[in-house]
């Protein structure tokens, strides 16, 4: 069972925005330990898409962004598009485990 | 270009042992920690250890301690992931990915995943 709770599922039209959330604890988010996101296609290997809240690696679209308040951090998609359409999950570190955490996952559904 | 390349799908028997590999490449191997990943069939991903090829400094997630051995070989920059007696449980893709190297780090490059199945 994650500590990094992501709600399993969100949907959007085309063109429209999204916002994935990730919530923690004062062990892990509270801490002020960094998130990360990461698109995971069918098939394919996970992707960085955000990495330390709100940065984006080279290639990665504007309209992906990230932010934090608190113990939770959130991942927004603008404009959404078809090819958006993916698992998303938030990362971070927790101390109280010592370990890398992955959020459960989030099934992104472009209808 | 900086890459990681697993080694090919796997079936094996229950009981078995097996090691799978990660190569780098385009990279100062040593300067990025490796990260195991699992994605067990229909399910999310599950850190499981990660290692330091500089020093082999080690952490595992208590979930896969004692059960798996993560390893490196600095010299041929290729990081293992093994198992002494596989259960049909392991069944899953593993994928390795280069962690920046801090405890938060982000994992920026991802190999294309190794496919075990373990099946009588």
């Known amino acids: 069972q994650s500590v990094l709770t992501q709600p399993p599922s969100v949907s959007g039209a085309p063109g429209q925005r999204v916002t994935i959330s990730c919530t923690g604890s004062?062990?892990?988010?509270?801490?002020?330990?960094?998130v990360h996101w990461y698109q995971h296609l069918p098939g394919a290997a996970p992707k960085l898409l955000i990495y330390?809240?709100?940065n984006r690696p080279s290639g990665v679209p504007d309209r992906f962004s990230g932010s934090k308040s608190g113990t939770s951090a959130s991942l927004a998609i603008t404009v959404l598009q078809a090819e958006d359409e993916a698992d998303y999950y938030c990362q971070s570190y927790d101390s109280s485990l010592s370990g890398v955490l992955f959020g459960g996952g989030t099934k992104l559904t472009v209808l | 270009e900086v890459q990681l390349v697993q080694s090919g799908e796997e079936v094996k028997k229950p009981g078995e042992s097996l090691r799978i590999s990660c190569k780098g490449f385009g990279y100062s191997f040593k300067n990025y920690w490796i990260t195991w990943v699992r994605q067990m069939p229909g399910k999310g991903l599950e850190w499981m250890a990660r290692?330091?090829?500089?020093?082999?400094?080690?952490n595992y997630s208590p979930s896969f301690q004692g059960h798996v051995t993560i390893s490196v070989d600095r010299s041929i920059s290729t990081a293992y992931l093994q198992w002494s007696s596989l259960k049909a449980s392991d069944t899953a893709i593993y994928y390795c990915?280069?962690?920046?190297?801090?405890?938060?780090?982000?994992?920026?490059?991802w190999g294309q995943g190794t496919t075990v199945t373990v099946s009588s």
């Open positions: 004062s062990s892990n988010i509270g801490t002020g330990y960094d």
């Open positions: 290692i330091d090829p500089s020093d082999s400094d080690i």
């Open positions: 990915a280069r962690h920046f190297p801090t405890v938060a780090g982000g994992l920026d490059v």
């Open positions: 330390d809240y709100n």
